[in-house]
């Protein structure tokens, strides 16, 4: 059993910066990928970012390529989204999340598959104004 809880979120005008976290608990020694997802009342959960952290591998969405970058800290079991050049379509509920090892991988053709996600935190709002 693993519990995530996200933070960070908040409200910001275009072009400012906000960095998201995410604190797992629990098992977290079963899980091999972490990600950010993010979802937009009534559309499709989006993924953002996720890190196999197994090995610090990164993946990106394409729509916030270069402006966002993953990190973890292994210690702490936490996983960052240093979120800048916000943009007023990157609002929405983030949502951190992890996969289960040995259940399915954690690569570049596989992190945004939302049903593979076993643990689901609350949700942080990032609300990004003009």
């Known amino acids: 059993q693993v519990q995530l809880v996200e933070s960070g979120g908040g409200s910001v005008q275009a072009g400012g910066s906000l960095r998201l976290s995410c604190v797992a608990s629990g098992d977290t020694y079963t899980t091999n990928c972490m990600a950010w997802f993010r979802q937009v009342p009534g559309k499709e959960y989006e993924g953002v970012a996720a890190i196999y952290t197994g090995g610090g591998n990164t993946y990106y969405g394409d729509s916030v390529k270069g402006r966002l970058t993953l990190s973890q800290d292994v210690a702490k079991n936490t996983m960052f989204l240093q979120m800048n050049s916000l943009k007023p379509e990157d609002t929405a509920m983030y949502y951190c999340?992890?996969?289960?090892?040995?259940?399915?991988?954690?690569?570049?053709?596989?992190?945004?598959?939302?049903?593979?996600?076993?643990?689901w935190g609350q949700g942080t709002q990032v609300t990004v104004s003009s």
């Open positions: 999340a992890a996969k289960i090892a040995n259940k399915y991988d954690c690569y570049s053709g596989s992190w945004s598959r939302q049903h593979e996600y076993d643990y």
